[in-house]
């Protein structure tokens, strides 16, 4: 694990929970039923921090929807079959399109759990 690991999940639980939960009142005061897709925060200390928050109420109408983003493509735009950056700590460079196809699985995974 990282340098923060288990921080992530209690900046999730201790901010951006209150937060979820004021967003969806205020979308609900407008829209009684609406479902709110909810995803991660971007937390570059523990980016591997996709867990499901923990509500203190009533969770009904709300979707946890994590989704994954290979860096060096997120970054240059383009895509490089030949490389990657490994999000397991400590970051690291992953070469070769097989070995790049491997750690797009691993991450694929994570989101997964």
């Known amino acids: ?8 999940q209690k900046f999730v639980d201790s901010y951006m929970v209150p ?9 609900r005061s407008e829209i ?4 709110l897709f909810l995803d991660p925060n971007c937390d570059f200390e523990d980016h591997n921090n996709m867990r499901c928050p923990k509500f203190h109420g009533d969770t009904e109408g709300y979707a946890w ?8 493509l997120l970054i240059a735009k383009e895509f490089r079959s030949w490389g990657t950056i ?3 700590f ?4 992953v070469f070769g399109s097989r ?3 491997k750690e797009w699985a691993k991450q694929v995974e994570w989101v997964e759990d």
């Open 65 to 72: 929807a994590p989704h994954w983003y290979d860096f060096v």
């Open 99 to 101: 070995n790049v196809v």
């Open 1 to 8: 694990g990282g340098v923060m690991e288990g921080n992530g």
């Open 19 to 27: 937060f979820y939960e004021s967003f969806a009142k205020a979308v």
């Open 86 to 88: 490994s999000k397991r």
């Open 32 to 35: 009684p039923n609406a479902i």
């Open 90 to 93: 400590p970051p690291h460079p």
